[in-house]
């Protein structure tokens, strides 16, 4: 049977709904893992552009001066140009330029001006480029899966202990009413004592009774209040903010006879955990190819094309073009060992990864079993309970018949309401256990794996605009 994705519906509980609709936008901790997600995504992007060459303008001014030495290199191989050119001559012009650089005398200041476009590309002869993007998206799926398993387990949080608060809270109403009764059976056994009619035993153990189920009172209002401050909480609210939303009882959401659960052999495509350990374990395949190519050369093409000259007005004339072009070749000779440790932690990387995914799966299916478990024995426990609470109903209307009738005292009468007071309290957490068993029964399945998350970029966007204060 296919499960709804809000499958806290199937409670018809408004506050409940009410409630889980609101956890998406205000949940804290889903709020994180939506920022995190968008880290991983921005990661991504970064190791996609290794794949493409990068374009960069440069501009450049460098004021100098050339040695004699370097002075005279390049004028004598200008001329060696202009003689090869010339027959043999060196021409007037060259001839003062080698006297005076021989001299060192009158060597010029240059102003050197450049603009330019240069580009890099790494050629992925051996994938690391690859290797390191598969890396980075296998990483942005295990952090969606972790954003999803984040959400499923605080829905399940807020189902759960909103039955545990409902539950609570028709165990208070049930106890109040108790105390009431059993203090009239303390009067009663007072009076009965000062009539001699009862032991001081009797007086005694009706007012222990009473002290006992007071205490209870105390703390199940304790617990009330707590459960309150820990709904309020996974909303991101300040304590006792919903306490008004919440006082009333509404009483434990009714478990429906037929609950649609979906097929537990589909848990491996329903369990976020299951697939972002999958996922981890393909990002340690990627990063071992990518630390095993680190120790292949690594070959870059460079390449820019500009302009070059020693005057800025003359900076983008067509005669002052300039370019490069070509390879350039990086081979790891000796790295202390480096390359072979890092190799190493990544092969051990995948071997932790390998062993968490097979934890992970035998986890899931411990946990759907001992939910299934639990929910199943849950369901005989509660028939066991509504079958007292209907025999103590009886027993009950049975004294009242006997008092009618002069058979029997109003004491008995007390007795009897006070035993089917304490059967319903069991019944009522029967109740809110097995609401509890199902929360966690969902939660064990993979919780609402039919529907679509909200876009996290959506979400992120949304947090960011939150948090910037405004003009």
Same mark, same amino acid.
Request: hydrophobic share 40%; aromatic share 6%; net charge negative.
């Given at each position: ?49 290794? @794949? ?32 090869? $050119? ?13 006297? /005076? ?55 399940? /949080? ?51 009774? !009473? ?53 537990? $052999? ?13 996922? @981890? ?32 007005? /003359? ?64 369901? !005989? ?22 008092? @009618? ?24 957490? $029967? ?23 909200? /876009?996290? @970029? ?14």
């Amino acid at each position: 049977m296919k499960a709804d994705s809000h499958w806290w519906q199937i409670f018809h509980d408004p506050e409940l709904t009410s409630l889980e609709d609101r956890l998406v936008n205000q949940n804290l901790s889903f709020r994180l893992a939506t920022a995190n997600l968008a880290q991983s995504r921005a990661q991504l992007i970064m190791a996609g552009a290794e @794949r493409f060459p990068a374009l960069s303008a440069t501009g450049s001014y460098q004021r100098s001066q050339y040695s004699t030495k370097q002075l005279q290199e390049i004028i004598g191989h200008v001329a060696g140009g202009i003689a090869k $050119s010339e027959g043999g001559s060196i021409g007037s012009t060259v001839g003062p330029m080698l006297q /005076d650089a021989a001299g060192g005398a009158n060597i010029p200041l240059l102003n050197q001006w450049r603009s330019a476009i240069d580009a890099t590309y790494e050629i992925d002869l051996w994938g690391r480029v690859a290797h390191q993007y598969d890396a980075a998206k296998a990483d942005l799926q295990a952090t969606d899966e972790e954003r999803r398993s984040v959400l499923i387990a605080q829905q399940a /949080d807020m189902a759960h202990g909103y039955m545990s608060l409902r539950g609570d809270q028709q165990r208070l109403k049930i106890l109040r009413d108790n105390i009431k009764v059993l203090t009239q059976i303390a009067t009663i056994a007072q009076d009965r004592y000062r009539g001699g009619l009862v032991t001081e035993l009797d007086v005694d153990s009706a007012q222990a009774r !009473l002290h006992d189920t007071q205490g209870q009172e105390a703390q199940l209002e304790q617990a009330v209040a707590q459960e309150e401050n820990a709904l309020a909480l996974l909303l991101g609210a300040p304590p006792e903010s919903l306490n008004a939303e919440l006082e009333k009882n509404a009483g434990v959401p009714v478990v429906p006879p037929i609950v649609p659960v979906g097929i537990p $052999s589909e848990l491996a495509h329903r369990r976020p955990d299951i697939r972002e350990a999958e996922a @981890r374990l393909r990002g340690a395949v990627a990063e071992v190819g990518e630390a095993t190519a680190d120790f292949y050369p690594k070959v870059t093409i460079n390449a820019d094309f500009g302009f070059q000259t020693l005057s800025f007005r /003359d900076l983008g004339f067509w005669n002052a073009r300039a370019w490069n072009v070509g390879p350039s070749i990086s081979l790891p000779i000796f790295q202390g060992g480096r390359l072979y440790g890092q190799l190493e932690l990544k092969k051990y990387a995948q071997k932790a990864a390998a062993i968490s995914y097979q934890q992970t799966v035998i986890k899931a299916w411990h946990d759907v079993d001992n939910a299934l478990i639990a929910y199943r024995d849950e369901q !005989l426990h509660r028939q066991g309970l509504q079958n007292a609470v209907n025999d103590n109903s009886k027993a009950l209307m049975l004294a009242q018949s006997q008092y @009618r009738s002069g058979l029997t005292n109003y004491l008995n009468v007390l007795n009897a309401q006070a035993q089917l007071q304490s059967a319903q309290l069991d019944l009522a957490n $029967s109740d809110a256990t097995l609401a509890t068993n199902l929360t966690r029964l969902y939660n064990a399945l993979g919780g609402g794996w039919e529907d679509a998350l909200p /876009d996290s @970029r959506d979400v992120a966007k949304a947090q960011l605009a939150s948090a910037t204060p405004g003009p």
